[in-house]
């Protein structure tokens, strides 16, 4: 019989709106069956010219520091993760919902734990959700987190 537990799980990280709790998830997955954990920060270039929105680089220069911040990001958050883990550090380019699918595949993973960012409304209908797309599309079973969302005190 087929070990029910994943061996290989994905988690892309959306490095500018981090949450931890995909990651603090799929490190209890993997102390229970030894799981390998591939990290993964994908940056998009949907934009046409990048080096609009970056003064300083242009644009080549503009990705390598995009590139550089979010290796860096994964990189504190494997240094905080229990020792004997084995967790690899991906940081891909391009549309993240394909980039995710096709990582996902080519590393042949039996899970993806991505968060959701609970997107609503026109920004949904716009934008779409890197979520949703991933959940249609991925080779794998997906377990999507809900963000948290900050209580409102009365």
Known sequence: MRNPLPTRILIPVDVGN??????DLAVQLAKLNGA??????????????PDIFSFHSPN???YRSIRSRA????QEVVEEAPSGLKI??????????????DVAAEEKVDLIVMNTHGTRGL????LGSVTDKVLRMAPC????????RKRVQS
Do not use: N, W
């Open 18 to 23: 981090f949450s931890r709790r995909p990651f």
């Open 71 to 74: 290796l860096s990001t994964l």
């Open 60 to 62: 080549k220069d503009y």
């Open 88 to 101: 690899e550090i991906m940081v891909s380019r391009g549309r993240p919902a394909r980039v995710i699918v």
């Open 141 to 148: 079973p997906v377990l999507a987190i809900p963000m948290r």
């Open 123 to 126: 920004e949904h209908a716009i």
């Open 36 to 49: 390998e954990l591939i990290m993964l920060a994908v940056v998009e270039d949907t934009f046409p010219y």
